[in-house]
């Protein structure tokens, strides 16, 4: 008995015997040229595969957008009939999550501060979805007395009960136009 060698080369067969063993799978190409269709068990898998990382992201998507985003600003208001100038400062919850704000900082550097809690009997200010809560500061206000020294207001922000500093967008700008301000 011989021996077939690797190299050997074997003739193609002809149309009709590739189309007889194929059972004219031929005529069932796909748009890559794959002539062989998957088994149902691959296919089940594969549209599994593609609902989990649908449903990832959709989770992912909606536990960033659940979250608490505090959105906080100040404006200043110039005197105007007998109401003296002031800057007015609003925080609003713009995310879904209420949080619970405990103090209103007013400072002049990151160590040098005063902090006003802010209803402090029953623990902070509870901001719900869309709530919002404003407060504002006068001209006698811009300098605080500690019991060690004075503070010169410069900055502002609020702390809710995490821990977490919210700043006050334009703060800095409005301090600086009610110290200018002359009434």
Known sequence: MAAVQSNEVYPTPSASARLAN????????????LTKTLPTSELVSLVALGVACVSLCATLYFNLRDSARLKASSVYVPYWEETPAHIRISIVNAGRRPVILRMLVNAESKKKWVGTLLNKDNGGIRLGEHERYETKIERHELVQQTPDEEVAINDIWFEDTLGRKHAVKNAKLSLKQLRADQQ
């Open 22 to 33: 194929c059972g004219a799978a031929s005529d069932k190409r796909f748009p890559l040229g």
